[in-house]
Nanobody
Framework: QVQLVESGGGLVKPGGSLRLSCAASGSISSINAMGWYRQAPGKERELVARITSSSSTNSADSVKGRFTISRDNAKNTVYLQMNSLKPEDTAVYYC??????????????????WGQGTQVTVSS
């Protein structure tokens, strides 16, 4: 019913920048919170940054001042601008969205969706 498609990952040198995008599509009535999580090898998935429908944000201490989350509600898209990247930022980054879905019968309910993940590698 709903798909999240991420783009923008890749290989970058320390100190470099990347911009991740995640576009939601499908039977969407509205989208509440959207966020980015990451998972490094051997570690648990962790929250990177989150943004509500009214654009209130919060982020992990490890990325404050370097990463910025934003969203375009008209495009059902969330972005993560990552600056001053460090090797420890290397991980698979996942998009998450709390989507209010509308069914063929007109019913609405909220569900949680994940993207497929995009690899970010920070290395010289």
């Amino acid at each position: 019913q709903v798909q999240l498609v991420e783009s923008g990952g890749g290989l970058v040198k320390p100190g470099g920048s990347l911009r991740l995008s995640c576009a939601a599509s499908g039977s969407i009535s509205s989208i509440n919170a959207m966020g980015w999580y990451r998972q490094a090898p051997g570690k648990e998935r962790e929250l990177v940054a989150r943004i509500t429908s009214s654009s209130s944000t919060n982020s992990a201490d490890s990325v404050k001042g370097r990463f910025t989350i934003s969203r375009d509600n008209a495009k059902n898209t969330v972005y993560l601008q990552m600056n001053s990247l460090k090797p420890e930022d290397t991980a698979v980054y996942y998009c998450n969205a709390q989507v209010v879905v509308v069914t063929n019968g007109g019913a609405r309910y909220e569900n949680n969706y994940w993207g497929q993940g995009t690899q970010v590698t920070v290395s010289s």
